[in-house]
Protein backbone atom coordinates (compact mmCIF):
# COMPACT_ATOMS: atom_id res chain seq x y z
CA UNK A 1 0.00 0.00 0.00
CA UNK A 2 2.90 2.64 1.08
CA UNK A 3 4.30 1.57 -2.54
CA UNK A 4 0.62 2.40 -4.33
CA UNK A 5 0.47 5.39 -2.49
CA UNK A 6 3.82 7.09 -3.52
CA UNK A 7 3.41 6.20 -7.25
CA UNK A 8 -0.10 7.82 -6.96
CA UNK A 9 1.58 10.72 -5.74
CA UNK A 10 4.18 10.68 -8.12
CA UNK A 11 1.62 11.04 -10.87
CA UNK A 12 -1.30 13.31 -11.08
CA UNK A 13 -2.35 11.09 -13.97
CA UNK A 14 -2.36 8.19 -12.26
CA UNK A 15 -4.18 9.51 -9.11
CA UNK A 16 -6.86 10.99 -11.80
CA UNK A 17 -7.13 7.75 -13.15
CA UNK A 18 -7.51 5.84 -10.37
CA UNK A 19 -10.64 8.01 -9.18
CA UNK A 20 -12.22 6.78 -12.81
CA UNK A 21 -11.75 3.50 -11.48
CA UNK A 22 -12.99 4.00 -8.29
CA UNK A 23 -15.75 6.06 -9.01
CA UNK A 24 -16.64 3.34 -11.87
CA UNK A 25 -16.74 0.58 -9.48
CA UNK A 26 -19.24 2.30 -7.07
CA UNK A 27 -21.97 3.56 -9.18
CA UNK A 28 -24.22 0.88 -9.26
CA UNK A 29 -25.22 1.06 -12.40
CA UNK A 30 -26.44 -1.94 -14.76
CA UNK A 31 -24.37 -1.02 -17.34
CA UNK A 32 -20.93 -1.51 -17.49
CA UNK A 33 -18.78 1.73 -18.16
CA UNK A 34 -16.37 1.34 -21.67
CA UNK A 35 -13.51 2.83 -21.64
CA UNK A 36 -11.10 3.62 -24.47
CA UNK A 37 -7.71 5.70 -25.63
CA UNK A 38 -8.73 7.78 -27.21
CA UNK A 39 -5.11 9.35 -28.20
CA UNK A 40 -5.45 6.15 -30.77
CA UNK A 41 -8.18 7.84 -32.57
CA UNK A 42 -8.14 11.30 -32.77
CA UNK A 43 -11.51 11.66 -34.69
CA UNK A 44 -14.93 10.35 -33.11
CA UNK A 45 -17.61 9.50 -35.35
CA UNK A 46 -21.26 10.06 -32.95
CA UNK A 47 -24.24 8.12 -33.39
CA UNK A 48 -26.01 10.90 -35.51
CA UNK A 49 -23.00 10.16 -38.36
CA UNK A 50 -21.25 13.42 -37.31
CA UNK A 51 -17.18 13.51 -36.28
CA UNK A 52 -15.64 15.66 -33.96
CA UNK A 53 -12.35 16.58 -33.46
CA UNK A 54 -9.83 14.99 -31.45
CA UNK A 55 -6.86 16.55 -28.97
CA UNK A 56 -4.53 18.10 -31.46
CA UNK A 57 -7.68 19.77 -33.32
CA UNK A 58 -7.05 23.49 -34.12
CA UNK A 59 -10.63 24.27 -34.27
CA UNK A 60 -12.00 26.59 -31.93
CA UNK A 61 -15.09 24.79 -29.97
CA UNK A 62 -18.05 26.28 -29.49
CA UNK A 63 -20.33 26.77 -26.56
CA UNK A 64 -23.68 25.29 -28.19
CA UNK A 65 -22.87 23.23 -31.23
CA UNK A 66 -25.69 20.80 -30.75
CA UNK A 67 -28.66 23.45 -32.28
CA UNK A 68 -28.96 24.71 -28.48
CA UNK A 69 -31.98 27.00 -27.74
CA UNK A 70 -32.46 30.77 -26.53
CA UNK A 71 -31.01 30.33 -23.46
CA UNK A 72 -27.60 29.04 -24.41
CA UNK A 73 -26.42 32.20 -25.50
CA UNK A 74 -26.47 33.71 -22.47
CA UNK A 75 -23.65 32.28 -19.88
CA UNK A 76 -22.50 32.76 -16.56
CA UNK A 77 -19.08 32.71 -17.22
CA UNK A 78 -16.80 34.80 -14.57
CA UNK A 79 -13.50 35.78 -15.72
CA UNK A 80 -10.73 35.69 -14.37
CA UNK A 81 -9.18 39.08 -16.17
CA UNK A 82 -5.71 40.38 -16.38
CA UNK A 83 -4.50 38.91 -13.05
CA UNK A 84 -2.19 35.83 -12.61
CA UNK A 85 -1.25 33.96 -9.24
CA UNK A 86 2.66 34.87 -8.94
CA UNK A 87 3.66 31.65 -7.94
CA UNK A 88 2.25 30.26 -11.03
CA UNK A 89 1.39 32.46 -13.57
CA UNK A 90 -2.28 31.17 -13.79
CA UNK A 91 -5.22 33.26 -13.77
CA UNK A 92 -6.34 34.53 -10.57
CA UNK A 93 -9.91 34.07 -10.45
CA UNK A 94 -12.47 35.81 -8.33
CA UNK A 95 -14.87 33.47 -8.34
CA UNK A 96 -13.50 29.71 -8.86
CA UNK A 97 -16.46 27.85 -8.80
CA UNK A 98 -18.26 29.82 -11.64
CA UNK A 99 -20.32 28.26 -13.93
CA UNK A 100 -21.55 28.44 -17.79
CA UNK A 101 -24.69 27.03 -19.03
CA UNK A 102 -23.79 25.81 -22.67
CA UNK A 103 -27.14 24.75 -24.21
CA UNK A 104 -29.18 21.80 -25.01
CA UNK A 105 -28.42 18.13 -26.44
CA UNK A 106 -30.44 16.42 -28.66
CA UNK A 107 -30.94 12.96 -28.32
CA UNK A 108 -28.71 11.08 -30.44
CA UNK A 109 -26.32 14.49 -30.12
CA UNK A 110 -22.55 15.78 -29.66
CA UNK A 111 -21.38 18.91 -27.74
CA UNK A 112 -18.37 18.52 -29.94
CA UNK A 113 -15.09 19.50 -28.81
CA UNK A 114 -15.81 22.11 -26.06
CA UNK A 115 -13.04 24.21 -23.98
CA UNK A 116 -13.35 23.89 -20.26
CA UNK A 117 -12.23 27.56 -19.86
CA UNK A 118 -10.09 28.41 -16.63
CA UNK A 119 -11.85 30.68 -13.85
CA UNK A 120 -15.10 28.63 -14.45
CA UNK A 121 -15.47 25.14 -12.94
CA UNK A 122 -18.71 24.23 -14.10
CA UNK A 123 -20.51 23.79 -17.34
CA UNK A 124 -24.36 23.10 -17.29
CA UNK A 125 -25.97 21.33 -19.97
CA UNK A 126 -29.42 20.05 -20.56
CA UNK A 127 -31.06 16.93 -22.07
CA UNK A 128 -34.20 15.97 -22.57
CA UNK A 129 -35.46 12.10 -21.69
CA UNK A 130 -39.12 10.57 -21.51
CA UNK A 131 -40.23 8.56 -18.72
CA UNK A 132 -39.34 4.84 -19.32
CA UNK A 133 -36.51 5.51 -21.75
CA UNK A 134 -32.79 5.14 -21.23
CA UNK A 135 -30.09 6.75 -22.55
CA UNK A 136 -26.39 6.53 -22.59
CA UNK A 137 -23.88 9.30 -21.52
CA UNK A 138 -20.28 9.48 -22.87
CA UNK A 139 -17.71 11.96 -21.96
CA UNK A 140 -14.33 12.49 -23.02
CA UNK A 141 -11.85 14.50 -21.57
CA UNK A 142 -8.42 15.96 -23.67
CA UNK A 143 -6.32 17.75 -20.21
CA UNK A 144 -3.00 18.56 -21.17
CA UNK A 145 -2.01 18.74 -17.89
CA UNK A 146 -2.06 15.92 -15.66
CA UNK A 147 -3.51 17.37 -13.13
CA UNK A 148 -6.95 18.28 -14.70
CA UNK A 149 -9.89 15.66 -15.20
CA UNK A 150 -13.83 16.26 -15.72
CA UNK A 151 -16.51 14.96 -13.44
CA UNK A 152 -19.83 14.45 -15.21
CA UNK A 153 -23.07 14.99 -12.80
CA UNK A 154 -26.54 14.17 -13.83
CA UNK A 155 -29.36 16.29 -11.87
CA UNK A 156 -32.78 17.43 -11.69
CA UNK A 157 -32.92 20.99 -13.41
CA UNK A 158 -34.32 23.05 -10.87
CA UNK A 159 -31.31 23.46 -8.43
CA UNK A 160 -30.64 27.08 -7.32
CA UNK A 161 -26.59 26.42 -6.98
CA UNK A 162 -24.09 23.96 -9.12
CA UNK A 163 -25.17 19.83 -8.12
CA UNK A 164 -23.27 17.90 -5.35
CA UNK A 165 -23.02 14.77 -5.11
CA UNK A 166 -25.79 14.55 -2.91
CA UNK A 167 -28.10 15.53 -6.40
CA UNK A 168 -26.96 13.14 -8.77
CA UNK A 169 -29.77 10.78 -10.20
CA UNK A 170 -26.74 8.55 -10.73
CA UNK A 171 -23.41 8.50 -9.13
CA UNK A 172 -20.95 10.97 -11.00
CA UNK A 173 -18.03 9.70 -13.39
CA UNK A 174 -14.90 11.33 -14.27
CA UNK A 175 -13.28 11.28 -17.23
CA UNK A 176 -9.06 11.70 -17.54
CA UNK A 177 -6.80 12.99 -20.65
CA UNK A 178 -7.73 10.05 -23.23
CA UNK A 179 -10.53 8.07 -21.84
CA UNK A 180 -13.82 7.99 -22.61
CA UNK A 181 -16.39 6.91 -19.88
CA UNK A 182 -20.19 5.97 -20.69
CA UNK A 183 -22.91 5.62 -18.36
CA UNK A 184 -26.61 4.36 -18.75
CA UNK A 185 -29.26 6.78 -17.45
CA UNK A 186 -32.99 5.73 -17.22
CA UNK A 187 -35.49 8.92 -16.56
CA UNK A 188 -37.28 8.48 -13.16
CA UNK A 189 -39.92 11.01 -15.27
CA UNK A 190 -40.04 12.44 -19.03
CA UNK A 191 -38.52 16.17 -19.25
CA UNK A 192 -35.03 18.14 -19.06
CA UNK A 193 -32.24 16.81 -17.33
CA UNK A 194 -29.01 18.84 -15.88
CA UNK A 195 -25.74 17.21 -17.00
CA UNK A 196 -22.72 19.08 -15.29
CA UNK A 197 -19.24 18.71 -16.38
CA UNK A 198 -16.73 20.01 -13.64
CA UNK A 199 -12.92 20.53 -14.43
CA UNK A 200 -11.30 19.49 -11.05
CA UNK A 201 -8.93 22.18 -10.95
CA UNK A 202 -10.84 25.84 -12.10
CA UNK A 203 -7.43 27.49 -12.60
CA UNK A 204 -6.66 24.55 -15.16
CA UNK A 205 -7.81 24.59 -18.98
CA UNK A 206 -8.61 21.80 -20.60
CA UNK A 207 -10.96 20.29 -23.51
CA UNK A 208 -14.16 17.54 -23.45
CA UNK A 209 -16.42 16.02 -25.64
CA UNK A 210 -20.35 14.92 -24.15
CA UNK A 211 -22.30 12.62 -26.49
CA UNK A 212 -25.91 11.48 -25.52
CA UNK A 213 -27.50 8.52 -27.43
CA UNK A 214 -30.85 6.58 -27.04
CA UNK A 215 -30.38 2.98 -25.33
CA UNK A 216 -33.95 1.53 -24.54
CA UNK A 217 -37.73 3.37 -25.22
CA UNK A 218 -36.24 5.04 -28.19
CA UNK A 219 -39.89 5.59 -29.82
CA UNK A 220 -41.28 7.73 -26.51
CA UNK A 221 -40.97 11.26 -26.62
CA UNK A 222 -40.92 14.58 -24.76
CA UNK A 223 -40.97 18.01 -24.25
CA UNK A 224 -38.17 19.98 -22.63
CA UNK A 225 -40.62 21.46 -19.85
CA UNK A 226 -44.05 19.92 -19.00
CA UNK A 227 -47.05 20.69 -20.65
CA UNK A 228 -49.67 22.30 -18.81
CA UNK A 229 -53.85 22.06 -20.64
CA UNK A 230 -55.68 25.49 -19.32
CA UNK A 231 -59.58 24.71 -20.41
CA UNK A 232 -61.67 27.19 -21.44
CA UNK A 233 -64.67 28.95 -20.28
CA UNK A 234 -67.01 26.46 -18.18
CA UNK A 235 -64.53 24.54 -17.41
CA UNK A 236 -65.54 20.75 -16.72
CA UNK A 237 -69.04 21.75 -15.84
CA UNK A 238 -71.16 21.12 -19.28
CA UNK A 239 -69.47 17.68 -19.45
CA UNK A 240 -70.01 15.88 -16.81
CA UNK A 241 -67.35 13.38 -15.84
CA UNK A 242 -65.29 13.51 -19.15
CA UNK A 243 -62.40 15.20 -19.00
CA UNK A 244 -62.59 18.71 -21.08
CA UNK A 245 -59.77 18.13 -23.18
CA UNK A 246 -61.21 14.38 -24.30
CA UNK A 247 -58.87 11.80 -23.86
CA UNK A 248 -55.86 13.85 -25.01
CA UNK A 249 -54.07 13.87 -21.12
CA UNK A 250 -53.38 10.27 -22.04
CA UNK A 251 -52.72 10.40 -25.32
CA UNK A 252 -49.91 12.42 -25.06
CA UNK A 253 -48.91 10.52 -21.68
CA UNK A 254 -49.09 7.51 -23.63
CA UNK A 255 -46.57 8.88 -26.30
CA UNK A 256 -43.83 10.11 -22.95
CA UNK A 257 -45.40 13.88 -22.78
CA UNK A 258 -45.10 15.18 -19.71
CA UNK A 259 -48.54 16.38 -19.52
CA UNK A 260 -51.03 18.03 -16.79
CA UNK A 261 -54.69 19.64 -16.72
CA UNK A 262 -55.16 22.43 -14.64
CA UNK A 263 -58.73 23.54 -13.48
CA UNK A 264 -59.91 26.68 -12.63
CA UNK A 265 -63.25 28.34 -11.90
CA UNK A 266 -65.81 27.47 -14.69
CA UNK A 267 -66.51 30.85 -14.91
CA UNK A 268 -65.04 34.06 -13.50
CA UNK A 269 -62.85 36.87 -14.53
CA UNK A 270 -59.56 35.99 -16.12
CA UNK A 271 -58.03 38.14 -13.20
CA UNK A 272 -59.28 35.65 -10.88
CA UNK A 273 -58.73 32.31 -12.85
CA UNK A 274 -55.42 33.71 -13.27
CA UNK A 275 -54.19 33.68 -9.80
CA UNK A 276 -55.81 30.21 -9.37
CA UNK A 277 -53.69 29.46 -12.05
CA UNK A 278 -50.57 30.68 -10.65
CA UNK A 279 -51.04 28.55 -7.77
CA UNK A 280 -51.59 24.90 -9.68
CA UNK A 281 -47.93 26.74 -11.69
CA UNK A 282 -46.27 26.68 -8.75
CA UNK A 283 -47.20 23.19 -7.60
CA UNK A 284 -46.21 21.63 -11.26
CA UNK A 285 -42.98 23.38 -10.73
CA UNK A 286 -42.24 21.87 -7.46
CA UNK A 287 -43.87 18.60 -8.80
CA UNK A 288 -41.99 17.83 -12.04
CA UNK A 289 -38.83 19.45 -10.68
CA UNK A 290 -38.54 21.76 -13.68
CA UNK A 291 -37.16 25.25 -14.28
CA UNK A 292 -39.97 25.83 -16.83
CA UNK A 293 -43.54 24.64 -18.45
CA UNK A 294 -45.51 24.98 -21.61
CA UNK A 295 -49.18 26.04 -21.57
CA UNK A 296 -51.44 25.24 -23.92
CA UNK A 297 -54.89 27.04 -23.43
CA UNK A 298 -58.20 26.55 -24.90
CA UNK A 299 -60.47 29.71 -25.49
CA UNK A 300 -60.73 31.92 -21.83
CA UNK A 301 -57.77 29.52 -21.02
CA UNK A 302 -55.59 31.60 -23.12
CA UNK A 303 -56.66 34.62 -21.41
CA UNK A 304 -56.15 33.44 -18.37
CA UNK A 305 -52.58 32.71 -19.08
CA UNK A 306 -51.54 35.67 -20.83
CA UNK A 307 -52.57 37.31 -17.43
CA UNK A 308 -50.76 34.75 -15.88
CA UNK A 309 -47.37 35.58 -17.62
CA UNK A 310 -47.92 39.67 -18.02
CA UNK A 311 -50.11 40.79 -14.87
CA UNK A 312 -48.61 38.41 -12.42
CA UNK A 313 -44.96 37.99 -13.94
CA UNK A 314 -44.45 34.53 -14.60
CA UNK A 315 -42.93 34.92 -17.81
CA UNK A 316 -39.59 33.50 -16.34
CA UNK A 317 -41.72 30.33 -15.68
CA UNK A 318 -43.04 29.74 -18.99
CA UNK A 319 -41.34 28.80 -22.70
CA UNK A 320 -43.95 29.17 -25.25
CA UNK A 321 -47.96 29.62 -24.25
CA UNK A 322 -49.76 28.16 -27.57
CA UNK A 323 -53.83 29.29 -27.50
CA UNK A 324 -56.54 27.45 -28.88
CA UNK A 325 -59.26 29.63 -30.77
CA UNK A 326 -58.71 32.44 -27.70
CA UNK A 327 -60.76 35.74 -28.31
CA UNK A 328 -57.48 37.68 -27.87
CA UNK A 329 -59.78 41.13 -29.29
CA UNK A 330 -62.80 39.61 -27.24
CA UNK A 331 -66.08 38.13 -28.90
CA UNK A 332 -68.63 40.39 -30.51
CA UNK A 333 -71.31 37.93 -28.41
CA UNK A 334 -70.56 39.11 -24.79
CA UNK A 335 -70.43 42.74 -26.13
CA UNK A 336 -74.31 42.16 -27.82
CA UNK A 337 -75.41 40.30 -24.40
CA UNK A 338 -74.07 43.27 -22.04
CA UNK A 339 -75.02 45.93 -24.23
CA UNK A 340 -71.96 47.42 -25.08
CA UNK A 341 -73.68 47.29 -28.79
CA UNK A 342 -76.90 47.53 -30.32
CA UNK A 343 -78.85 44.53 -31.49
CA UNK A 344 -80.19 41.38 -29.92
CA UNK A 345 -78.90 41.23 -26.51
CA UNK A 346 -81.66 39.23 -24.58
CA UNK A 347 -80.76 36.96 -27.37
CA UNK A 348 -77.40 36.95 -26.83
CA UNK A 349 -77.85 36.35 -22.60
CA UNK A 350 -80.11 33.47 -23.66
CA UNK A 351 -77.70 32.00 -26.24
CA UNK A 352 -74.83 32.50 -23.43
CA UNK A 353 -76.53 31.08 -20.47
CA UNK A 354 -77.83 28.24 -22.85
CA UNK A 355 -74.29 27.59 -22.89
CA UNK A 356 -73.20 27.72 -19.74
CA UNK A 357 -76.55 25.66 -19.07
CA UNK A 358 -77.83 25.48 -15.06
CA UNK A 359 -76.00 27.90 -12.90
CA UNK A 360 -76.84 28.78 -9.27
CA UNK A 361 -77.40 32.24 -8.04
CA UNK A 362 -74.19 32.65 -6.47
CA UNK A 363 -72.72 31.98 -10.11
CA UNK A 364 -74.34 34.75 -11.84
CA UNK A 365 -72.07 37.03 -10.75
CA UNK A 366 -69.02 34.98 -11.93
CA UNK A 367 -70.69 34.08 -15.19
CA UNK A 368 -71.63 37.35 -15.95
CA UNK A 369 -67.84 38.72 -14.57
CA UNK A 370 -66.76 35.55 -17.46
CA UNK A 371 -68.80 37.86 -20.27
CA UNK A 372 -67.16 40.83 -19.79
CA UNK A 373 -63.43 39.43 -19.50
CA UNK A 374 -64.47 37.75 -23.54
CA UNK A 375 -66.31 41.36 -24.41
CA UNK A 376 -64.27 42.86 -27.16
CA UNK A 377 -64.63 46.23 -25.31
CA UNK A 378 -62.92 44.80 -22.46
CA UNK A 379 -60.00 42.83 -24.55
CA UNK A 380 -59.05 46.14 -26.62
CA UNK A 381 -59.59 49.14 -23.99
CA UNK A 382 -58.43 47.48 -20.64
CA UNK A 383 -57.21 43.55 -20.98
CA UNK A 384 -54.41 43.87 -24.13
CA UNK A 385 -52.78 47.48 -23.09
CA UNK A 386 -52.07 46.31 -19.65
CA UNK A 387 -50.92 42.55 -20.88
CA UNK A 388 -48.23 42.86 -23.35
CA UNK A 389 -46.10 40.05 -24.76
CA UNK A 390 -43.66 38.87 -22.24
CA UNK A 391 -40.11 38.71 -24.44
CA UNK A 392 -39.30 35.40 -22.78
CA UNK A 393 -42.01 33.76 -24.07
CA UNK A 394 -43.14 32.64 -27.34
CA UNK A 395 -46.97 33.06 -28.44
CA UNK A 396 -48.02 30.70 -30.92
CA UNK A 397 -51.86 30.45 -32.10
CA UNK A 398 -54.68 28.66 -33.83
CA UNK A 399 -58.08 29.00 -34.78
CA UNK A 400 -61.14 26.45 -35.89
CA UNK A 401 -63.20 27.72 -38.41
CA UNK A 402 -67.36 26.31 -38.73
CA UNK A 403 -69.73 26.92 -41.52
CA UNK A 404 -73.88 26.93 -41.45
CA UNK A 405 -75.70 24.32 -43.30
CA UNK A 406 -76.07 26.33 -46.40
CA UNK A 407 -72.48 27.70 -46.43
CA UNK A 408 -71.48 23.98 -45.77
CA UNK A 409 -73.11 22.93 -49.47
CA UNK A 410 -71.09 25.31 -51.24
CA UNK A 411 -68.16 24.20 -52.29
CA UNK A 412 -67.36 27.94 -53.02
CA UNK A 413 -67.16 28.83 -48.97
CA UNK A 414 -63.92 25.79 -48.63
CA UNK A 415 -65.47 24.75 -45.52
CA UNK A 416 -65.43 20.77 -44.32
CA UNK A 417 -66.72 21.36 -41.27
CA UNK A 418 -71.10 22.08 -40.14
CA UNK A 419 -71.29 23.89 -36.56
CA UNK A 420 -72.74 21.71 -34.18
CA UNK A 421 -76.06 23.08 -33.53
CA UNK A 422 -75.51 24.13 -29.66
CA UNK A 423 -73.38 27.32 -31.17
CA UNK A 424 -75.17 27.51 -34.40
CA UNK A 425 -76.61 30.91 -33.25
CA UNK A 426 -73.56 32.26 -32.45
CA UNK A 427 -71.64 31.01 -35.72
CA UNK A 428 -74.58 32.95 -37.71
CA UNK A 429 -74.50 36.68 -36.04
CA UNK A 430 -70.26 36.49 -36.00
CA UNK A 431 -70.69 35.69 -39.52
CA UNK A 432 -72.71 38.42 -39.71
CA UNK A 433 -71.24 40.83 -37.19
CA UNK A 434 -67.14 40.22 -37.11
CA UNK A 435 -66.54 37.28 -40.39
CA UNK A 436 -65.45 33.88 -40.52
CA UNK A 437 -65.29 32.29 -36.84
CA UNK A 438 -66.01 28.36 -34.93
CA UNK A 439 -69.22 29.58 -33.32
CA UNK A 440 -67.90 31.70 -30.62
CA UNK A 441 -64.38 33.03 -31.94
CA UNK A 442 -63.84 35.11 -34.39
CA UNK A 443 -60.55 33.75 -36.74
CA UNK A 444 -59.15 37.62 -36.72
CA UNK A 445 -59.53 37.84 -32.88
CA UNK A 446 -57.71 34.20 -32.22
CA UNK A 447 -54.56 34.87 -33.95
CA UNK A 448 -52.05 36.29 -31.38
CA UNK A 449 -47.73 35.58 -31.88
CA UNK A 450 -47.14 33.53 -34.18
CA UNK A 451 -50.49 32.57 -36.00
CA UNK A 452 -49.84 29.28 -37.37
CA UNK A 453 -53.44 28.28 -39.15
CA UNK A 454 -56.88 26.88 -39.03
CA UNK A 455 -58.58 23.81 -37.63
CA UNK A 456 -61.61 22.17 -39.49
CA UNK A 457 -63.32 22.55 -36.05
CA UNK A 458 -66.27 24.74 -34.63
CA UNK A 459 -65.29 25.33 -30.72
CA UNK A 460 -66.58 22.13 -28.88
CA UNK A 461 -65.04 20.05 -31.67
CA UNK A 462 -61.79 22.08 -31.06
CA UNK A 463 -61.33 19.92 -27.42
CA UNK A 464 -62.84 16.86 -28.76
CA UNK A 465 -66.65 16.86 -28.04
CA UNK A 466 -68.61 15.95 -28.04
CA UNK A 467 -67.08 12.43 -26.29
CA UNK A 468 -64.61 12.30 -29.33
CA UNK A 469 -67.20 12.91 -32.28
CA UNK A 470 -65.72 15.99 -34.37
CA UNK A 471 -65.86 16.50 -38.32
CA UNK A 472 -63.88 13.26 -40.17
CA UNK A 473 -61.52 15.54 -41.84
CA UNK A 474 -59.83 16.44 -37.43
CA UNK A 475 -58.94 14.66 -35.34
CA UNK A 476 -58.35 16.18 -32.08
CA UNK A 477 -56.28 13.80 -30.43
CA UNK A 478 -53.97 13.90 -33.88
CA UNK A 479 -54.07 18.14 -33.35
CA UNK A 480 -52.67 18.20 -29.94
CA UNK A 481 -49.66 15.48 -30.22
CA UNK A 482 -48.61 17.93 -33.35
CA UNK A 483 -48.63 20.63 -31.15
CA UNK A 484 -46.65 18.56 -28.32
CA UNK A 485 -43.87 17.87 -30.91
CA UNK A 486 -43.99 21.35 -32.02
CA UNK A 487 -43.14 22.41 -28.76
CA UNK A 488 -40.25 19.28 -27.95
CA UNK A 489 -39.13 20.56 -31.82
CA UNK A 490 -38.42 24.08 -30.64
CA UNK A 491 -36.90 22.99 -27.59
CA UNK A 492 -39.18 24.04 -25.63
Known sequence: ???????????????????????????????????????????????????????????????????????????????????????????????????????????????????????????????????GATVELAVTGYAPADELYFKTTVAYPDLQA????????????????????????????????????????????????????????????????????????????????????????????????????????KYNSSVIRSMQLAEQVDELLVLWRARKLNIIGHSQGGIDSRALISTLGYGDRVAALTTIATPHRGTYIMDLALGYVPGAGQEAIAFLLNLVGAISQDEQADAMASFE??????????????????????????????????????????????????????????NVARGDNDGLVTVESAKWGDYRGEMIADHIDEVGHLIGVTDPAFDHKQFYLDRARELADALH
Request: net charge negative; charged share 20%; proline share 8%.
Open 162 to 265: PAGDDDALLSPFVSADGVTVTRAFQSPRSGEFLVQVEASDALLSGDYELAVTCLEGCELETTRFPIALVHGWTGFATIGPLDYFYQVPEHLAERGYPIHVTQTD
Open 373 to 430: SLSEKYMLEEFNPANPDDPQVEYISYTGRSCSAAQFLNPANNCEDLVDPLIGWGLGIL
Open 1 to 131: MADLASSLAASPRALALALTCALAACSGDDVEPTTTDADTDTTGATDDGATTAGPGATTSPTSDTAGGDSESGSSGTSSGGDDTDASTGAPACPDPVASSERGFLPTPGSSGLVEHEPCTRFHQWYVAVPQ
